[in-house]
């Protein structure tokens, strides 16, 4: 084993994997990033980057490009189909609160912003990880390609998603995540005026943010079983948000039907047993996915990144197993309570029921009205995080 500079493989360059391998390569490791896709290219429109979430990528030198991004000013509101306020805020407010704005940013330029701070050679795409041998206290870890190579380093980074194949070599048993009971789509469209915020019906939520450039990024939520699909996604989304405020119908006809994006929800419902195994970790989905209802997933996996590199900033490659405890007990307590927040968020969006709704809807009005900061204070324990001070 190497004793002076120890190595790390890392599987999947999305944030999660691209922040890990930044923030490990900072601290003196060796890195290299494996990803399935024969190119770079960003999956999904945009990503939420929420205050702890910038604090993350402050520690590996990469927050500030993205605040330039915020574009949330001015009020912010949850709204009931007819356009009725249910419950008010403002990106002003947001940041009086929790210190640091929400960003909006497009996937592709955190991507940049990440995937420039690492050498030229710690990138080897078009590479599909089947499996993985986590090793122990005098065995490197390491993981087949389907290829059929055989790569071992002293550590190995799991974020390979929510459908990952190493949890399911690390953790047969563990039933893997679950349908939540609604789908998405999503989609980004030329420049509109909006309210930024929520609109919450019966079994349906749509939502629209500003993007720095002028552009406003879209997302709608539906009850359905899981795998249905339409042949034609914006049509039936005009269907659903017919009786929807405007501009909903609007920012719905505005998307290209090709470049809608329609993705099930699912949750790690059951946390794992841990978020390693020998000398493996799992970070961001592949470890706990969740519903996206408090714009956690993406930030849950840069905090994962952060409190890995320094769980091992005092450690060489011999001392990686016995370091990687640290890590579950930091992250398994901490990231199963957003999923569970995430979750109870979610049921309460998606009620269908009229009465239920009717209650809910009046409830958030009462509440805004008697603490204006209602809509926010949810958010206090998810967003309060902070890098550990070894990575500040």
Known sequence: ??????????????????????ALHRNGWSVLVLE??????????????????????????????????????????????????LAPTSGEAFVERFGEPVVLAPRAELMRVLHASLPAHALRTGTTVLTVRPGGPDERASVTTAAGDILTADLVVAADGIRSPIRRTLFP???GPRYAGFTTWRAIVPGMDIVPGETWGRGLVFGAMPLADGRVYWYATANR??????GDERAELLHLYRDFHAPIPQLIAAAPAGEILHLDV??????LPAHHRGRVVLIGDAAHAMTPNLGQGGNQALEDAIELADVLSGADADGVVDALPAYTARRLPRTSDVVRKSRRMGAMAQWEGRGAVAVRDTL?????????DAALRPLDTVLAWRPPVASA
């Open 1 to 22: 084993m190497s004793v002076t500079k120890p190595e790390a493989i890392i599987v999947g360059a999305g944030p999660g994997g691209l922040t890990a391998a930044t």
């Open 36 to 85: 399935r896709a024969a190119t770079l290219e960003p999956i999904g429109a945009a990503i939420v980057v929420a205050p702890n979430g910038l604090r993350a990528l402050d520690a590996v030198d990469a927050g500030s490009p993205l605040r330039k991004l915020a574009a949330i000013q001015g009020a912010a509101t949850l709204r009931r189909p007819d356009g009725r306020v």
């Open 173 to 175: 048993e563990h039933p």
């Open 225 to 230: 079983p899981a795998g249905a699909t339409h």
């Open 266 to 271: 699912h949750e790690m419902a059951e946390p």
């Open 364 to 372: 958030l009005r009462v509440a805004g009205r008697v603490a204006p």
